[in-house]
């Protein structure tokens, strides 16, 4: 079955970086458009950035310039560069793709960022 399984999550200060991880299996990882999404407490999930089978990137007008999303076809990794983070991008980081038969998330990854 499909399954997505994020990594990298943790507390960080304002400025600083991280680097998000999403192990995906199950499907033709190669074939499908693979997308971050985020949700902050109290607010509705959101797109963060996402990647098209042939490596067409688009962001968020919050994150870029800071983030970069990257993927690995070989390994069936999605990764998110995460730079000058602000204490506004603290959230749980989910990875999301679409197939023909439904939606697919994984179970999230919590970014804190805080001094």
């Known amino acids: 079955q499909v399954q997505l399984v994020e990594s990298g999550g943790g507390l960080v200060q304002p400025g600083g970086s991280l680097r998000l991880s999403c192990l995906s299996s199950g499907f033709t990882f190669s074939s499908y458009a693979m997308s971050w999404y985020r949700q902050a407490p109290g607010k509705e999930r959101e797109l963060v950035a996402l990647?098209?089978?042939?490596?067409?990137?688009r962001y968020a007008e919050s994150v870029k310039d800071r983030f970069t999303i990257s993927r690995d076809n070989g390994q069936n990794t999605v990764d998110l560069q995460m730079k000058s983070l602000k204490p506004e991008d603290t959230a749980v980081y989910y990875c999301q793709t679409r197939t023909p038969r439904r939606e697919y998330w994984g179970q999230g990854t919590r970014v804190t960022v805080s001094s």
């Open positions: 990647i098209t089978n042939n490596d067409r990137t």
